[in-house]
């Protein structure tokens, strides 16, 4: 990879090389990814993506690498963050956000404009774009439900407008996860409401958050899907699992389904006490717990 200079080839353009991924992650883990690169405008992403495509290059699209383990050797090829692509345009009672956006702040322009349908994801700290890949939710609603369609760049550099239906929404799952796309915007129906009872409800799940999640510690959030008639963090604490530690890396005694970094973590630590976890729960309870973060590197 290093005989590749994303750098020389693209001059003006905002690459880094060799850059810990732990400076960007919510977990503060992450060893170093050969290229970063942060497109100003979508032009020069399609322009890096087709090149890295001719040139074989691994690509990894990251949002706010909320929901993420990356190990401690890091990601090989260009890893890519949409984080400039932030643009959030309304129409009557449809928003639409630039992958790059906050999902955070997509909910606070809905609520200036007395829109309701994203309250729910007034605390997810992860962009639109991730939100979309997981079909992030919470509180009761998740993205499935309001997102109308999706814009995608192909791997060959094709734009693509996918409706809600064809990005297959499940439980943690669209269609994304398996076709290598990059979600570049998404559009939301809402609909009008009292702004008041918009930013009460907003408020009140905020506050829930706070109350039950260890927000003071770096983490990935939830580490587990929910098992089918089960709630993950219930079969962790029942398993005394709480506290449980392997270097900086421990399941929260706030909340057992958070893995919080205690300070000097490392995706290893992260893993290992993953499938502790795992291990204990499924001889205990005879449930497998699957990870909804996703893993990635080694
Ligand atoms: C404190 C805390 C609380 C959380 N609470 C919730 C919650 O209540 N509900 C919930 O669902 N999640 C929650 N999460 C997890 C996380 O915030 C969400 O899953 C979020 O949607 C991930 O977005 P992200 O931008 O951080 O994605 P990332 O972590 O950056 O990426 C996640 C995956 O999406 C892919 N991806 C990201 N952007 C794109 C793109 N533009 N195109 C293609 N692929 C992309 C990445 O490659 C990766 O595989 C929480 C996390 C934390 C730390």
Not at 80 to 103: E, M, P, Q
Not at 187 to 196: M, V, Y
């Amino acid at each position: 990879m290093q005989q590749v200079n994303l750098i020389q080839m693209f001059p003006g353009y905002d690459i880094k090389q060799n850059q810990a991924l732990s400076a960007y992650t919510n977990t503060r883990v992450g060893g170093p990814a050969d290229w970063i690169f942060w497109p100003k405008k979508l032009a020069e992403l399609k322009d890096v993506v087709r090149y890295a495509h001719d040139q074989t290059i691994p690509v990894t699209v990251l949002g706010n690498a909320s929901n993420l383990i990356i190990g401690d050797n890091g990601l090989s090829g260009l890893v890519i963050f949409l984080t400039n692509l932030t643009d959030i345009t309304l129409d009557t009672h449809t928003v639409t956000a630039g992958a790059g956006a906050a999902i955070i702040d997509v909910t606070q322009v809905a609520a200036e404009h007395s829109l309701t349908g994203l309250e729910w994801a007034a605390g997810i700290p992860g962009s639109v774009g991730g939100a979309v890949f997981m079909n992030a939710g919470a509180y009761g609603g998740q993205v499935a439900e309001s997102l109308v369609s999706a814009d995608v760049l192909t791997p060959t550099g094709e734009i693509k407008t996918y409706t809600n239906a064809e990005l297959d929404f499940g439980y943690r799952h669209s269609t994304v996860q398996a076709t290598g796309e990059i979600i570049l915007s998404a559009t939301f129906a809402l609909a009008p409401d009292e702004q008041t009872a918009i930013v009460a409800r907003m408020e009140d799940f905020n506050t829930r958050r706070a109350s039950k999640q260890p927000l003071e510690y770096p983490s990935c959030g939830s580490v587990f899907k929910r098992p089918e008639g089960y709630f993950a963090g219930k079969l962790i604490m029942d398993s005394d699992l709480q506290g449980y530690q392997v270097g900086g890396a421990q399941v929260s005694t706030k909340h057992a389904g958070f893995i919080v970094n205690k300070g000097d973590a490392t995706g290893s630590d992260y893993v290992a006490v993953i499938q502790h976890v795992q291990a204990t729960v499924q001889a205990k309870f005879d449930v497998a717990l699957e990870p909804e973060v996703r893993i990635l590197g080694k």
